[in-house]
């Protein structure tokens, strides 16, 4: 989700359990849509993306689901670890190179 | 480990000094890009290289001068800064200029204090 003022919003999950991460965007022109996780003292690393001409896309623990009516990204994390815990962004592009960050989520897993 | 070098990890500079920060990568990306970050925000772009020219300044103040060596090197020149500037410094690199459809790639950044 989107985040303001000075506090990421924090999806709490129980080791294990299933994490659904929403990301909602502003650009209908958007047609590139990409997630990434921080960890503390990391840059962003690559999860997983997906263009506008789909809807789904599964990677490895990782299902991105794009609704381009209603302008609504999300990130399901099937059997949440403890590794998972970190910062996760989506982001967008409309074109040339140039990509648009959300605010961030922060994960934290519970053991 | 990520593809992607940058050095130093860790600078700490005043506000007269001149320094710079270094990025590498040695995948054939053909776009590279610089990124300030700072606490619980999301990454700002600041500076995009496309076949080692510049393609997009996000009106980012004079004092930050980027350089494209060659297309495996990006650097950025630091001159004057304020203690505003204190942030994380990414860079990214992606496999073509002009796409869009690709993802980017992240160092894990400079951390970079101003006093």
């Known amino acids: 989700g989107e985040s303001v003022g000075l506090h990421l919003p924090t999806l709490s999950v129980q080791e294990g359990d299933n994490s659904i991460i929403n990301c909602a965007y502003s650009?209908?022109?958007?047609?590139?849509f990409i997630w990434y996780k921080q960890e503390s003292g990391k840059g962003p690393q690559f999860i997983i993306d997906i263009r506008s001409n789909m809807d789904k896309r599964q990677g490895q623990r990782v299902t991105v689901l794009l609704n381009k009516t209603v302008k609504h990204l999300s990130l399901q994390i099937a059997a949440t670890q403890p590794g998972d815990s970190a910062v996760y962004f989506c982001a967008e592009s409309s074109g040339g190179n140039k990509l648009t960050f959300g605010g961030g989520t922060r994960v934290l897993v519970k053991p | 480990d990520t593809e992607v070098t940058q050095t130093p990890k860790h600078l700490v500079m005043g506000m007269t000094n001149k320094k710079s920060l270094k990025c590498e990568q040695h995948m054939g990306h053909r776009a590279m890009y610089w990124y300030k970050q700072k606490a619980k925000k999301p990454p700002e772009l600041m500076f995009v290289?496309?076949?080692?020219?510049?393609?997009i300044n996000e009106s980012v103040p004079s004092r930050f001068s980027p350089e494209c060596p060659n297309s495996s090197l990006l650097n950025l020149h630091l001159h004057a800064l304020q203690p505003e500037d204190s942030a994380l410094y990414l860079c990214?690199?992606?496999?073509?200029?002009?796409?869009?459809?690709?993802?980017?790639?992240f160092g894990d950044g400079t951390r970079l204090s101003i006093l």
């Open positions: 650009n209908s022109a958007s047609d590139y």
């Open positions: 290289y496309s076949y080692e020219k510049l393609s």
């Open positions: 990214a690199s992606s496999q073509e200029g002009g796409r869009q459809d690709q993802p980017q790639h």
